[in-house]
């Protein structure tokens, strides 16, 4: 991890925001985020609505985080129109409290789980999935990996706005990372095989979002999920190896290839996927990218990458 520390002020964040703490589940309980519960707050001179993630009886360790976040944050926000705003934030007693930018709508874990987007197809799919894809081919620019995207993590500001956020795994990558951050069922195949030595890298945001991908699609069901519940199929999960429903279009199904490839030199970048051809299909993108796809390479028992035939 890197960048520079913020200072921390410390000022009381309950002088500036009247935050509402209400019960999980209710309105203004907004979500919790990887390090702490997010609710809504008023700031009290403006009285705009915001959010506020509140993380409680803060060790020396777990602020030296948490200002690694905040460096994060500081790097990416209001430059990119899908990564949430960072604000600021209040250190007091113990707590650290970080401001964001409000986004009542929920997120698209939820939206899934309720099947409010399902009469969309692919079409309200392809819509979404690009404007994460864009943010996530803005954050190599700035050396930062996310580590933890998944549908929870993706809020809806207004309307069909859809923002990356929760950045409490993210860091500065200079070079191969070597300590796993984020959801397990997430992790990307590299990440089971650090005992190789090898480390894994930005790619690892992209195999998330092929898992985020094919979850949208399909209610919510993970790629690799055994029949055994709350279980991956391991082998299928080295491989790569899915299966995806008969009305699955052609370009759907190639760029899910395409994200979900075991090897991550093999697995598409966010650059060339912003442009490939079923997102063009739907008039996002130039749909340049237009490769065929490798020879998969599997991750076999031994931890060496073998081709699938």
Not at 303 to 309: A, D, E, L
């Amino acid at each position: 991890m890197g960048g520079v520390l913020p200072t921390a002020p410390y000022q009381c964040v309950e002088g500036s925001y009247d935050i509402q703490y209400q019960r999980k589940g209710s309105v203004d309980h907004v979500g919790s985020g990887s390090t702490g519960e997010v609710r809504a707050c008023t700031h009290a001179g403006t009285k705009e609505m915001r959010c506020v993630k509140s993380i409680e009886k803060v060790s020396w360790l777990t602020r030296m985080h948490v200002m690694e976040e905040i460096s994060v944050l500081k790097a990416v926000s209001g430059k990119h129109p899908n990564i949430v705003r960072y604000i600021e934030f209040f250190e007091e007693w113990g707590t650290i409290s970080l401001i964001f930018e409000f986004c009542p709508k929920g997120n698209l874990d939820q939206a899934i789980q309720s099947s409010m987007l399902r009469s969309g197809g692919e079409r309200l799919a392809s819509n979404l999935l690009h404007q994460i894809t864009s943010a996530l081919a803005f954050l190599p620019e700035m050396k930062i990996v996310h580590r933890d995207v998944k549908p929870a993590n993706l809020v809806f500001s207004d309307g069909m706005t859809l923002k990356l956020t929760d950045f409490g795994s993210a860091c500065f990558a200079s070079a191969p990372l070597q300590e796993c951050q984020g959801s397990p069922a997430f992790y990307a195949p590299e990440q089971s095989n650090l005992h190789r030595g090898k480390g894994y890298s930005f790619p690892v945001d992209m195999w998330a979002l092929g898992i985020s991908f094919y979850m949208l699609l399909f209610d919510g069901v993970h790629p690799f999920q055994s029949e055994t519940a709350g279980q991956m199929h391991r082998n299928n999960y080295r491989s790569g190896e899915f299966q995806v429903g008969w009305l699955t279009s052609r370009g759907a199904s190639d760029l899910l290839e395409w994200l979900l490839m075991p090897n991550p030199d093999q697995r598409i970048g966010p650059s060339d996927a912003v442009n490939h051809a079923w997102f063009s299909s739907y008039g996002y993108g130039n749909g340049s990218f237009t490769k065929s796809r490798p020879t998969k390479l599997a991750l076999d028992s031994h931890g060496n990458w073998r081709p699938t035939y």
